[in-house]
């Protein structure tokens, strides 16, 4: 111990001031580091994206013309709809049971929970006996 010098306090709070400062300001330019670098990625997403642009505005415009032409379609399915003539004998009673009877006993049958088996009660409801219903249920259904 006796070639030692004894080092002042102040010297060792400057010492640890400056070691302080300086890990202080590499963590701060580690955090630009960070930001920088992070810019560049952005940037380098972005580029991917402008190349990428064209292609999606294509595939957008071609999916716009693809909608427009299918609400087209629809829209002349619905004219046709509205306009359409039943063919001649189309409307005409089946078994005495015409188009608007035979909705109604099919309509009838939710009070019966829709229980099929019951289509000849409803049926009868309407003063259609079960041989003519079963005959009018086999036309009407393949007419619709």
Known sequence: MGNEQAVPIRHCAVGLMLFTAARDSAQQRHGVQEQIMSMFKQFGDMAKMVKAAPGLIDQADGLAAQSEAYRARMDAQAVHAMTAQAAAGNLDP??????DVYARIVKGLAAFQYDET???????????????????QVGWGARI
Do not use: C, H, R
Not at 94 to 99: H, Q, R
């Open 94 to 99: 089946i078994a005495g049971v015409d188009l």
């Open 118 to 136: 019951k289509l000849p009660v409803v049926a009868g409801m309407f003063g259609v006996d079960p041989s003519a219903w079963a005959e009018a």
